[in-house]
């Protein structure tokens, strides 16, 4: 079974913490990505990446960098939280080619609340 | 107008009967087709994959892809309340970004 792995379930950070959001997933995918869910809006991309050190914005990248310094993890950062940042967020992976069969896997969540 | 339409509901049906999901789209080079379902405060799980149009059954649930009208469904027969969740379509053109429809909840009364 695909693993994708979110560290933190829940946290609760001040506005203007630093705050790192971490996923690991253990089938060597070359894709991942970061969403954030909120009621009412669904679910919009945040950050992915399609290999190591590489990363694209995603739909709603402002506030939010990433890092992925190895192939299994990838890292959500929020260099200064807000109260607009409280939300779900999960982490998700993918094989690189599309074939059928293959699609992206979700973590659990990490539900952050910014006070 | 967004590229993937989904009523949110929330639906509400008794146990036993058949539900049925819908999602449309704008985008013609969307490919791939995807239902997942999320219980409360956990991540999304994939419940049916589909490639370009055709039906595709699982035990009791069927997906269905017409891409000429741009209009994807999911099928639940027999519902029961284990069933009582958010049911998420999703689409792509490969394996990379997915268009996420706003989700439908859905609650089976025993």
């Known amino acids: 079974d695909v693993k994708v792995t979110q560290s933190s379930r829940y946290l609760v950070k001040r506005t203007g913490e630093k705050v790192f959001l971490e996923c690991v997933q253990d089938m060597d995918h070359e894709n991942m990505f970061w969403y954030r869910q909120d009621p009412g809006l669904g679910l919009r991309l945040i950050y992915f990446?399609?290999?190591?050190?590489?990363?694209e914005k995603g739909d709603i990248p402002e506030g939010y960098s990433v890092s992925r310094e190895k192939k299994e993890r990838f890292s959500l950062i929020l260099e200064s939280a807000s109260t607009n940042q409280t939300s779900m967020y999960l982490c998700?992976?993918?094989?690189?080619?599309?074939?059928?069969?293959?699609?992206?896997?979700f973590g659990e969540g990490s539900w952050l609340t910014v006070v | 107008q967004k590229e993937v339409e989904q009523d949110p509901g929330p639906l509400s049906v008794p146990e036993g009967a058949i539900v049925s999901l819908n999602c449309t789209y704008s985008?013609?080079?969307?490919?791939?087709f995807m239902w997942y379902r999320q219980y409360s405060r956990k991540g999304p799980e994939l419940l049916m994959y589909t490639y370009s149009s055709g039906n595709k059954e699982d035990g009791r649930f069927t997906a269905q892809v017409d891409k000429s009208s741009k209009y994807i469904s999911l099928f639940i027969r027999d519902s029961q309340p284990s069933d009582s969740a958010t049911y998420l379509c999703a689409m792509s053109k490969g394996a990379q970004k997915l268009v996420f429809g706003q989700g439908t909840r859905l609650t089976i009364n025993p």
């Open positions: 990446s399609y290999d190591v050190k590489m990363k």
């Open positions: 998700a992976s993918s094989l690189a080619r599309a074939t059928s069969g293959n699609t992206i896997y």
């Open positions: 985008n013609s080079a969307f490919q791939y």
